[in-house]
Nanobody, 122 residues
Framework: QLELVESGGGLVKPGGSLRLSCAAT????????IGWFRQAPGKERERISC??????IYGDSVKGRFTVSRVKDQNTVYLNMNNLEPEDTGVYYC?????????????????WGGGTPVTVSS
């Protein structure tokens, strides 16, 4: 059974950077497409990115500021966040769905981590 654990969240000032980690145990992430999602207070969970094989698709709200990297021998996926804005505040989740392609739909992910909170504020 795949288990995901996020870490790296915290408080950061506008314009700052954070790196979130999504560490997997129980199975290799190579069989999965990995999505990063975030949920702001009072809002629906939003997809930020979907990583499959060697490519990543980014949401418009983070394109050019966030990048995803996957380290296979660590079985970990990272979300590198730069030029953070107050609108980036929320709980960040990683999730996995078996298979490849742009399949990171929040309704159909197979496994979720517990989330890590990010607050962007001066």
């Amino acid at each position: 059974q795949l288990e995901l654990v996020e870490s790296g969240g915290g408080l950061v000032k506008p314009g700052g950077s954070l790196r979130l980690s999504c560490a997997a145990t129980g199975n290799s992430l190579e069989w999965y497409s990995i999505g990063w999602f975030r949920q702001a207070p009072g809002k629906e969970r939003e997809r930020i990115s979907c990583t499959s094989d060697e490519y990543t698709i980014y949401g418009d709200s983070v394109k050019g500021r966030f990048t995803v990297s996957r380290v296979k021998d660590q079985n970990t996926v990272y979300l590198n966040m730069n030029n953070l804005e107050p609108e980036d505040t929320g709980v960040y989740y990683c999730a996995a769905r078996m298979g490849s392609g742009d399949i990171c739909n929040r309704l159909y992910m197979d496994h979720w981590g517990g989330g890590t909170p990010v607050t962007v504020s001066s």
